[in-house]
């Protein structure tokens, strides 16, 4: 049996930020802003970033984009060692040709989505697609977060898939990204053996910290991280104690989920930076109404 | 009120097909085959191509790669007014790229998904990007048509929607392919006044002709054109003399329909041509089973 994915073979242990992206009132990705809240997440205690997750509006953000994007956080001094980037798509061109340009920067690892357009597909053929991802990137420092959330992909990844993928490729299949909410889902993916679970929200991290759990990737990280990471340090010394921090934490995580969550974090964002521009999203997605955001304000900034 | 779109400005009525992807053994694309089929579809008198459509695998099909066999086509000697590719993605900017190409060589128009990620968004959302699309393809040739098909992108267009978008760019927004496979929806669109209405499967073709389609958009065509041109020809002429004509063609529909159509169509393709390599999907489709396949082709080929 192999050892567990411990500290030496995945060190990303803490919270991972899925960082927002920055629109400009014309619609293109402002920059400077994206770097200043990159490097603000790193300050504020986040262990690692996840450039092009959901919540950072991967999937209406073009290839070139993230490309160009990820190459600007590396040269503004954040280590590629602590980046996760998003780098699944529909088909497996595109996905091979972001994942082997984040794999070649240095990145961390890759946060790798099922193909998502086609429904109802089996696990036979997702392992293939996987499979054939990790052939066709040929790179021994490639590293696969798979990402399950079937609620917005519409397609997931079962837990005998996962297994089987990891049994395959133990070193380059290191992790998944839960974010089915679903404790029952993420505690089965836990006991498998040496794979490095992160749920997708902070109601589950004291629970998959002690089931060993590295830690979570979680949108409330935007506004939110060092409440999150003070809650991690708190729960690795004493779960009994860190139950003030969860609380506060948690009622964060509500108030935000009572509205769709990208817009509101960017209006918090917009909030606190003083920087209208964050409160813009790409369509499909809208800003909140006004009063939407000022009650969410309130509650969460106390402002 | 404006006028009908007619034959003088949407000169694409009958059948169109959507063209399958043939893939070599090693997954990568084989032009040669692809080029041979669509000269052969259009010799078997479809009026059209719709490269990229869900039949076309265009999921799975790269950005680079869509642009290179687009250009193929034309090259040899397709005319570009006969085409009318898929180029809706999840972003805006990789689906202003592939729209603005496909203009410029001067296709027909392009069938454009709604963005197909974030799922539950608003008809203002949509609006917005589709809005948004056009403004920054800015070019007055450009024609869209709508792509409905939300059992698979899972993200469709509302008739209120379609209307708005049709009245508010009633030159660009030239039609739609309804694929849902209802009636009551189809004849919602028909209402519209303008709009060029492809039903998703010959299934409704009589129906939409006497109330005004210009034709359809089946992935049948593929395997069965020469029965679904003749098809349009009886029905333009009376619609009580094609019975026997639709009967035909609704039986290769309905044995297609029963297996997962993509890989029972390309299988249907390889034993016709005795090419091999059109068996092949990529990932996550699957090829079908033999005994499958036997079973269809004994159905559909009479072989």
């Known amino acids: 049996m192999q050892a567990p994915r411990d500290e030496a073979t995945w060190p990303l242990r803490g919270v991972l930020a899925p960082n927002l992206t920055p629109f400009g009132d014309d619609g293109h990705i402002v920059e400077a802003l994206y770097i200043e ?32 994007l990820l190459e600007r956080l590396v040269e503004s001094g954040i280590p590629a060692s602590r980046l996760l980037p998003g780098t699944g798509l529909t088909s497996l061109p595109d996905t091979v040709r972001l994942t082997r340009h984040a794999t070649a920067l240095g990145c961390a690892g890759v946060l790798v989505l ?24 040929d790179d021994s420092a490639l590293r696969v977060v798979l990402y399950h959330i079937p609620q917005v992909a519409g397609v997931g990844l079962s837990i005998p898939l996962v297994r089987r993928l990891h049994e ?5 299949v ?17 006991a498998i053996e040496g794979l490095a679970v992160y749920p997708g929200t902070e109601l589950l991290l004291p629970r998959a910290l002690a089931a060993g759990s590295p830690g979570c990737i979680t949108a409330t990280a ?3 991280a060092p409440a999150l990471n003070q809650l991690v340090r708190l729960v690795r010394e004493n779960l009994e ?5 969860f609380e506060s934490v ?48 309130e509650y969460v900034l106390q402002t």
Do not use: M
């Open 241 to 245: 104690a860190s139950r003030d921090a």
């Open 114 to 137: 099922p193909p998502f357009y086609y429904k109802a597909v089996s696990d036979d053929a997702l392992f293939a697609y996987f499979a054939r991802l990790i052939d066709e990137v």
């Open 37 to 68: 809240h990159a490097e603000r997440l790193i300050e504020e205690g986040c262990v690692g970033l996840v450039p092009f997750g959901t919540t950072g509006e991967a999937a209406s953000v073009g290839l070139d984009e993230r490309i160009r």
């Open 222 to 224: 935007n506004v939110n």
């Open 250 to 297: 948690r009622r964060v995580r509500l108030a935000v989920q009572e509205h769709p969550s990208i817009p509101a974090l960017k209006a918090l964002l917009a909030r606190r930076t003083g920087e209208a521009r964050w409160r813009n999203v790409r369509p499909p997605l809208e800003t909140l109404v006004e009063s939407q955001e000022a009650a969410l304000a």
């Open 174 to 190: 290191a992790g998944i990204k839960d974010s089915s909410g679903d404790w029952a889902n993420t505690s089965a993916l836990l």
């Open 168 to 172: 395959a490729f133990p070193e380059t």
